[in-house]
């Protein structure tokens, strides 16, 4: 592995976002349907303003009713109407450029306790995400010996 790669070579460039202004429903949406577990939130001009993690989601999904009754999950809906990106996205968040290092991504996660950097642009503007996830197929992106018992 070459920790000195550039994150350009392994970012994910087809990025789901959402807007400040779209309601929590648009994300529930979202995270039902795609297999992704972080969502970055963009303004108009594409620059990135906020995230929402798939564990933020899920803390505050269960966090509005106790019981998985239909009645609960009813009212969980409506809320979901109501409460708009904005108030439940985390703002303050970390940023790297495209030509910025694996190993500077992986001091990140080192560092922190999000799993997700978003890939912007001089402006600010989203062009990717890296995720840990991306670290480790790029990390083991060759066969790993896995020892069998016969070894």
Same mark, same amino acid.
């Given at each position: 592995?070459? +920790?000195?790669? +550039? =994150? @350009?070579?392994?970012?994910?460039? $087809? %990025?789901?976002?959402?807007?400040?202004?779209?309601?929590?429903? #648009? %994300?529930?949406?979202?995270? #039902?349907?795609?297999?992704?577990?972080?969502?970055? %939130?963009?303004? &108009?001009?594409?620059?990135?303003?906020?995230?929402?993690? #798939?564990?933020?989601?899920? @803390?505050?999904?269960?966090?509005? *009713?106790?019981?998985?009754? /239909? +009645?609960?999950?009813?009212?969980?809906? /409506?809320?979901?109407?109501?409460?708009l990106v904005e108030d439940v996205m985390t703002? $303050?968040? /970390? *940023?790297?450029?495209? &030509? &910025?290092?694996?190993?500077?991504?992986?001091?990140?996660?080192?560092? !922190? =306790?999000?799993?997700?950097?978003?890939?912007?642009?001089?402006? #600010?503007?989203?062009?990717?995400?890296?995720?840990?996830?991306?670290?480790?197929?790029?990390?083991? @992106?060759?066969?790993?010996?896995?020892?069998? +018992?016969? !070894?």
């Open positions: 592995m070459n +920790k000195y790669a +550039k =994150l @350009k070579e392994i970012m994910t460039e $087809q %990025v789901i976002t959402v807007k400040p202004s779209d309601t929590m429903t #648009k %994300v529930d949406e979202i995270f #039902k349907m795609h297999p992704i577990h972080h969502l970055p %939130v963009v303004n &108009d001009e594409s620059k990135v303003v906020g995230i929402i993690s #798939k564990s933020d989601y899920f @803390k505050m999904q269960h966090g509005l *009713t106790l019981f998985h009754t /239909a +009645k609960s999950e009813a009212y969980n809906e /409506a809320l979901f109407h109501s409460i703002k $303050q968040v /970390a *940023t790297l450029h495209p &030509d &910025d290092t694996v190993a500077t991504a992986a001091d990140y996660f080192r560092e !922190n =306790l999000f799993h997700a950097i978003p890939i912007v642009d001089e402006h #600010k503007r989203l062009l990717g995400i890296v995720t840990t996830y991306d670290l480790l197929n790029y990390a083991f @992106k060759e066969d790993v010996y896995l020892p069998t +018992k016969e !070894n």
